[in-house]
């Protein structure tokens, strides 16, 4: 099965800082990863996939990076209501995994 | 606009069993494959199973195998997930989520979920 490990666990960050969450998958997945995010009580909400397509709808400030095992989602001006936890998925092989989640708060 | 819609959740004793039902509206139900993502309380995501548009393919995690079964019905625009076996690991709350593409993919629309708990 294939690992994904996020990195930070939680980070709080200012309104307009720039915010960058890391997802190391463990084994190569080429380009196949994809981001969500999770406000509490809320089911996800599909934000990026292929590592860097941005799912209709969603901001530009978005975006995603990375491929092989190293990927990046970048916030690139955070806003109050971006606070929420963050998951990467790897769209890879079954069985499909997701990683532990970053949480995001802003102060 | 894409519905999803589970029921079928509640509380069950261990080694008791339930069946989810989802229930899509706002596209064309035949042409997506599908799938069950699960959440435990104050914990991350988990995906549990899925099934192509035709039924023909399915799959599981490890975690389910042999105590879970996936299934829909086109006719009726709706997915299913018979539980058996359950477990106290096994409660949580239960997603459908759409597939983007065929395969292993993205879940590009999801429902408002419904709770398992197992609990004697």
């Known amino acids: 099965d294939i690992q994904l490990t996020q990195s930070p666990s939680s980070v709080s960050a200012s309104v307009g800082d720039r915010v960058t969450i890391t997802c190391r998958a463990s084994?190569?997945?080429?380009?196949?990863l994809a981001w969500y995010q999770q406000k509490p009580g809320k089911a996800p909400k599909f934000l990026i996939y292929?590592?860097?397509s941005l799912q209709n709808g969603v901001p530009s400030r978005f975006s995603g990076s990375g491929s092989g095992t190293d990927f990046t989602l970048t916030i690139s001006s955070l806003q109050p209501e971006d606070s929420a936890t963050y998951y990467c998925?790897?769209?890879?092989?079954?069985?499909?995994?997701f990683g532990g989640g970053t949480k995001v708060e802003v102060k | 606009d894409v519905k999803l819609v589970e029921s079928g959740g509640g509380m069950v004793q261990p080694g008791g069993s339930l069946r989810l039902s989802c229930a899509a509206s706002g596209f064309t139900f035949s042409s997506y494959s599908m799938n069950w993502v699960r959440q435990a309380p104050g914990k991350g995501l988990e995906w549990v199973s899925y099934?192509?548009?035709?039924?023909?393919?399915?799959y599981y995690a490890d975690f389910v195998k042999g105590r879970f079964t996936i299934s829909r019905d086109s006719a009726k625009n709706s997915l299913y997930l018979q539980m058996n076996s359950l477990g106290d690991e096994d409660t949580a709350l239960y997603y459908c989520a759409r597939s983007r593409v065929g395969g292993p993919t993205e879940f590009d629309s999801w429902g408002q979920g419904t709770l398992v708990t197992v609990s004697s």
């Open positions: 998925q790897q769209a890879n092989s079954f069985p499909l995994t």
């Open positions: 099934i192509s548009s035709g039924g023909d393919a399915r």
């Open positions: 292929g590592a860097s």
């Open positions: 084994q190569g997945i080429s380009n196949w």
